[in-house]
């Protein structure tokens, strides 16, 4: 009895470990498909996580290893043992191994002689139900795993495509302070003709102007307070799950900064009609675009930013079916997601689930700018109440330069 718990025992702590090293594998699978999934690297919340997984990996293979060893060996000795017994009882019934009664009546007659006491009745249905018993699921539902499959299943975007795209600077203090020039010198002809009777006439002066832009940091962040017990008896751990979903949370909230930044313009817009066509939004980026230009003289990078409610107009108008000389090498849905999803006449289009609903901008990446600086995760036992708090938090600052080189798109 001592050796067959001691069997279960170990098949159980094999089979819980397997089940966790799966997990703790398909976690980390999980979060670099995530990144890759982004076009982006990895960021340092997900390298602490993924070296967490990593370290726990080790110590679960080192387990299992020496577990399954014990095992095996425990199995050779329970089958040996099992054809000793078996062997015994044979040669007490002079060599006949296998027992099979012809009829029910006649296994109620050898029950019925087992019961006055006849041995070699008794043996043979020792031996028949030692080797014909059929034992079910439903016999045993107190050692039948109830098994957790796969990875927890959980709906949520963590990519942050305008953050990505702009990139997000190190933040340098709690206020800094950005340098924008908001008058420049002057140059022009010397005299009224710039002829040679216009020698030693003043020259045009105008001094040059700099301003600076002010920025604060803003802290981004949250907590869960988490018991011992949820975290060592969870499968797949809580912990990771909880991490992983408060930097997602983080990631979520710092790309709606950015987009509200943006969206925080609204001059300057430029309509591409109510019932658009390909050749309607393709003038109106134009248009934008020479907005954006007057305003930058050229600086940065053009890029359109669309909520996802804006991809019937600026992606299905562009069909990937034969686009020579078109404004566009076309969309298909199948790339659907946040990030760059294609280009019109050049400009990449970069769907952000951070915009507000149905909106759409033109910008150069001089016009704004991201400052970051992350914490990450931070914990601290409670030994009191047997509890382990943990957060993740960061600094976060959009800062918009020139709110001219930021061009709203509209259905008008």
Do not use: C
């Amino acid at each position: 009895m001592a050796r067959a718990q001691m069997s279960h025992a170990n098949d159980a702590m094999i089979r819980r470990l397997q089940k966790e090293l799966e997990e703790r594998s398909g976690a980390a699978s999980g979060i670099i498909e995530t990144a890759q999934n982004a076009e982006r690297d990895l960021n340092s919340a997900e390298k602490e996580t993924l070296t967490g997984l990593r370290g726990r990996i080790g110590e679960l293979k080192d387990q299992l290893e020496e577990l399954e060893s014990f095992s095996n060996v425990a199995g050779q000795v329970a089958e040996r043992m099992k054809q000793f017994d078996k062997a015994i009882t044979v040669s007490k019934r002079g060599g006949d191994a296998a027992i099979e009664y012809r009829s029910a009546g006649a296994w109620a007659l050898d029950s019925y002689r087992a019961a006055l006491g006849n041995r070699e009745a008794h043996e043979r249905l020792e031996l028949f139900y030692r080797e014909a018993a059929h034992q079910t699921t439903p016999d045993n539902l107190g050692i039948v795993p109830d098994p957790v499959v796969g990875n927890v299943i959980h709906f949520i975007d963590a990519a942050r495509p305008l953050v990505s795209f702009l990139g997000a600077q190190n933040m340098p203090s709690a206020t800094w302070h950005r340098p924008l020039v908001t008058q420049g010198t002057s140059v022009a002809v010397q005299g009224d003709y710039g002829e040679a009777a216009d020698e030693k006439t003043e020259l045009v002066s105008q001094k040059l102007l700099i301003t600076r832009l002010t920025a604060n940091a803003i802290t981004y962040g949250g907590y869960v307070n988490v018991s011992r017990q949820n975290i060592d008896f969870s499968s797949p751990q809580v912990l990771d799950i909880v991490i992983n979903d408060l930097a997602a949370r983080y990631a979520i909230q710092t790309e709606a900064a950015l987009a509200a930044e943006l969206a925080a313009t609204t001059t300057n817009a430029v309509g591409y009609s109510n019932a658009p066509t390909a050749a309607t939004v393709a003038t109106a980026i134009w248009t934008a675009a020479g907005t954006v230009y007057a305003a930058t003289k050229g600086q940065g990078r053009l890029a359109l930013a669309v909520s996802p409610g804006r991809l019937g107009t600026f992606g299905g108008l562009f069909a990937p079916i034969n686009p020579q000389n078109s404004q566009s090498q076309g969309f298909t849905a199948g790339t659907f997601g946040q990030g760059v999803m294609g280009s019109i006449s050049g400009i990449p289009v970069i769907m952000s689930a951070g915009l507000p609903t149905n909106t759409a901008f033109l910008f150069s990446t001089a016009a704004i700018e991201a400052f970051e600086q992350r914490v990450g995760t931070l914990q601290v036992t409670e030994p009191s109440v047997l509890g382990v708090q943990v957060a993740y938090a960061g600094y976060f600052t959009p800062l918009t330069i020139n709110d001219d080189a930021i061009v709203p798109l509209t259905a008008t």
